[in-house]
């Protein structure tokens, strides 16, 4: 792929970065118009930048505490046999 290629890329993939997850399919339809490789490899980009945004935005200690908060089954009255290997 040429530089240029890339620098299109680049260009189209931080004009979606901008827009919300919703306004970026409508955005890219428009912008890659009658570029199907150049949407293809956009859509791939935002595929996987937008998940990964998701996971960083949240602290780690919150989802920690998340987990936590959450209902566990109680271990009272458990028996569990212990092996040996």
């Not at 970026?24 to 930048?49: I, N």
């Not at 089954?73 to 092996?83: D, E, I, K, R």
Request: aromatic fraction near 8%; hydrophobic fraction near 45%; include cysteine.
């Amino acid at each position: 792929m040429t530089s240029d290629r890339w620098a299109e890329i680049n260009r189209v993939l931080d004009a979606a970065l901008g827009l919300a997850e919703a306004g970026q399919l409508v955005f890219l339809r428009e912008a890659c118009k009658g570029d199907e490789e150049l949407r293809s490899e956009v859509e791939s980009l935002l595929a996987w930048h937008n998940p990964a945004q998701q996971f960083l935005s949240q602290p780690a200690f919150e989802l920690i505490a998340e987990e936590l908060a959450g209902e566990r089954p109680s271990m009272l009255g458990q028996q569990y046999a212990l092996t040996t290997f």
